[in-house]
T-cell receptor, first 113, second 114 residues
């Protein structure tokens, strides 16, 4: 089977940098995605890494190391509005062409002033 | 912008009732998904569809069925609702290929079974 591990909670202060790690076990691998979900809202897509390395999108960056089965989401210049749950996800290769995503249990980020 | 619309935000049903959750997407996506989300358990895949009339079971299909008669519409059916199906249900859609890692979610349907 496939599994993903990420910390359940992370706390930080405004302006800080925080890293949310994700390790995965899969029988094959296409890529690692990250999603953000605010309380009461829908998950929204942040990033997708298919190749090793760092991809930057504004204050958020995502990193992947396929050899270590590991990735992280890096949030810089934290703002109060970044308080949310963050999920990593991998494509499930046990089903039709890896169409579906399997999600981790999520990391709740709390940003304080 | 892609829009995924779920028909009901909140539903309250009784044990044994048949429940239909409807989802419509407007961006001609091939793939559609139903997840349920429970505190501490993350998002768990119930069923998905990669084409009209095609469906595959996810991790927790028991007690559920799905229907996809048109490309834009994906329905989740609880044949006989039970209290352990009280949950938030999230519909999502995606393109095929490399963009499959990017899902677009609806706002969710919170179902309470009494």
């Amino acid at each position: 089977g496939q599994s993903l591990e990420q910390p359940s909670e992370v706390t930080a202060v405004e302006g800080a940098i925080v890293q949310i790690n994700c390790t995965y076990q899969t029988s094959g691998f296409y890529g690692l995605s990250w999603y953000q979900q605010h309380d009461g809202g829908a998950p929204t897509f942040l990033s997708y890494n298919a190749l090793d390395g760092l991809e930057e999108t504004g204050r958020f960056s995502s990193f992947l190391s396929r050899s270590d089965s590991y990735g992280y989401l890096l949030l810089q210049e934290l703002q109060m509005k970044d308080s949310a749950s963050y999920f990593c996800a991998v494509r499930d290769l046990s089903n039709q062409a890896g169409t579906a995503l399997i999600f981790g249990k999520g990391t709740t980020l709390s940003v304080s002033s | 912008d892609v829009k995924v619309t779920q028909s009901s935000r909140y539903l309250v049903k009784r044990t044994g009732e048949k429940v239909f959750l409807e989802c419509v997407q407007d961006m001609d996506h091939e793939n559609m998904f139903w997840y349920r989300q429970d505190p501490g358990l993350g998002l768990r895949l119930i069923y998905f569809s990669y084409d009209v009339k095609m469906k595959e079971k996810g991790d927790i299909p028991e007690g559920y069925s799905v229907s996809r008669e048109k490309k834009e519409r994906f329905s989740l059916i609880l044949e006989s609702a039970s209290t352990n199906q009280t949950s938030m249900y999230l519909c999502a859609s995606s393109l095929s290929g490399r963009r499959t890692g990017e899902l677009f979610f609806g706002e969710g349907s919170r179902l309470t079974v009494l």
